[in-house]
Nanobody, 125 residues
Framework: EVQLVESGGGLVQAGGSLRLSCAAS????????IGWFRQAPGKEREGVSC????????YYADSVKGRFTISSDNAKNTVYLQMNSLKPEDTAVYYC??????????????????WGQGTQVTVSS
């Protein structure tokens, strides 16, 4: 059974940092791309970042470039999202997702077959 479990969310002041984790199980981690998405109340779910587990290529939304860093530990089947210089507009539920047929369109939700349950990130001003 494929499972993705996010952790690390919480409440932080603007300018602070959080590190999200996505622990994956039930599939061959090296064959997948793992993406992070977020959804704020009343808004569409949007792509934040992605890492290709096979070659380590990384991708970021313009809104988080320079502030967020995605990384993976293939031995632990875990992907991390280090979020620095957080802003109130980063407040959302953050989801990780797995794409077994990565084509480069990392920001498209329908590319991903498996999703975690989400973790809440709240940034206070």
């Amino acid at each position: 059974e494929v499972q993705l479990v996010e952790s690390g969310g919480g409440l932080v002041q603007a300018g602070g940092s959080l590190r999200l984790s996505c622990a994956a199980s039930g599939f061959t981690f090296d064959d997948y791309a793992i993406g992070w998405f977020r959804q704020a109340p009343g808004k569409e779910r949007e792509g934040v970042s992605c890492i290709s587990s096979s070659d380590g290529s990384t991708y970021y939304a313009d809104s988080v470039k320079g502030r967020f860093t995605i990384s993976s530990d293939n031995a632990k089947n875990t992907v991390y999202l280090q979020m620095n210089s957080l802003k109130p507009e980063d407040t959302a539920v953050y989801y990780c997702a797995a794409d077994p047929h990565f084509s480069g369109s990392w920001y498209l939700r329908y590319e991903y077959d498996y999703w975690g349950q989400g973790t809440q990130v709240t940034v206070s001003s």
